[in-house]
């Protein structure tokens, strides 16, 4: 069982920066791989960036690339995303996630746990 909780979500305007944070409770943190996906009201959830179990494999939604990236801190039970020059189509709530598989990480219905979502807000 594990529980998530995000963090760091605001207004910001566009080009600017946000860092979310996202704290792991519960056993065996390292054994899970870790997400981000977000979603807009009427829309679909997309995935946004994940980070293996072990950290070696980093994959990202092709609309993010560049700008975003995901970084796992074991010992303090934490996956972060720091989002650079954020764009209104951006704005979302964004959730992190965390799942015991080893493939399959752009597709939700692969981890088993969420947290509760952190709004982000791109002002134009």
């Known amino acids: 069982q594990v529980q998530l909780v995000e963090s760091g979500g605001g207004l910001v305007q566009a080009g600017g920066s946000l860092r979310l944070s996202c704290a792991a409770s519960?056993?065996?943190?390292?054994?899970?791989?870790m997400g981000w996906f977000r979603q807009a009201p009427g829309k679909e959830r997309e995935f946004v960036a994940a980070v293996s179990q072990n950290g070696f494999l980093i994959y990202y939604g092709d609309s993010v690339k560049g700008r975003f990236s995901i970084s796992r801190d074991g010992g303090k039970n934490t996956v972060y995303l720091q989002m650079n020059s954020l764009k209104p189509e951006d704005t979302a709530v964004y959730y992190c996630?965390?799942?015991?598989?080893?493939?399959?990480?752009?597709?939700?219905?692969?981890?088993?746990?969420w947290g509760q979502g952190t709004q982000v807000t791109v002002s134009s």
């Open positions: 996630a965390a799942g015991a598989m080893h493939t399959g990480y752009r597709n939700a219905d692969a981890y088993a746990y």
């Open positions: 519960g056993r065996t943190f390292s054994t899970y791989a």
